[in-house]
């Protein structure tokens, strides 16, 4: 206001940050908000020095928050998602210059739970609060063991029975195995010709990165002495 009573007229010299619209100001953006006020005069009373004032507006801050993924040992690392939240002004996503990227850092094949964390957002209004993190959990993969088929002639004693593990994924091979599956047969020495279910179980199987298994049963073949 001005002692003379006159209007005042307010001008912005950094429209980019503030504007104005009649004796409202408007931020705009992020900076220095430089405002001037005039008072032209009139018959009575003589222009009024001009008066400058400013002030400085900060960033906001938008909070990045990633998405926690799932997945099987041997598959490829999913799309990692997040959430922004935050916006002021009306602003939408459109405002971000350069979207995050989340991932797990070093190396996360194995199964077991990591960490997913994001970096490098921009924009020109805000700064980024990307401390937030999830979790990729890696869950282990099946394997399948399918019973050798087998044979023996009339009144012999039952052969060794075995099994043949398959399903590795990750370049893995049988040496990832450990301990042997239980295989049985309702076969016996006093079993007629013809043809008995071999099944197998568990029995001592272990391998890192897998989970139970998928058993196939096989044959055993009596024939004729």
């Not at 020109?124 to 993190?133: C, H, L, V, W």
């Not at 009144?155 to 398959?166: D, H, I, K, R």
């Amino acid at each position: 206001t001005a002692s003379s009573g006159l209007s005042v007229s307010l001008a912005s010299e950094s429209a980019s940050v503030c504007t104005i619209t009649g004796q409202n100001i408007h931020v705009v953006g992020v900076g220095t908000c430089k405002v001037d006020a005039d008072q032209a005069g009139n018959a009575q009373y003589a222009p009024a020095t001009r008066v400058q004032r400013s002030f400085t507006v900060n960033p906001a801050t938008l909070t990045v928050t990633p998405a926690s993924q799932s997945i099987t040992y041997g598959q490829s690392d999913p799309a990692f998602g997040f959430s922004i939240t935050g916006y002021v002004n009306g602003d939408t996503a459109g405002v971000v210059t350069a979207a995050p990227s989340c991932g797990v850092a070093g190396a996360h094949a194995n199964v077991g739970v990591y960490t997913v964390t994001c970096s490098g957002g921009t924009s020109t209004n805000y700064t980024f609060d990307e401390s937030a993190t999830a979790n990729l959990n890696v869950g282990p993969a099946a394997l399948t063991v399918t019973a050798n088929n087998a044979g023996k002639t009339y009144g012999q004693a039952n052969p060794a029975l075995s099994a043949t593990v398959s399903g590795f994924v990750n370049g893995d091979t049988a040496a990832v195995v450990s301990g042997s599956a239980a295989c049985s047969t309702t076969a016996t020495t006093a079993s007629g010709v013809g043809g008995y279910p071999i099944t197998c179980g568990q029995g001592t199987l272990t391998a890192a990165n897998y989970t139970d298994s998928t058993f196939v049963p096989g044959m055993l073949v009596v024939a004729p002495a």
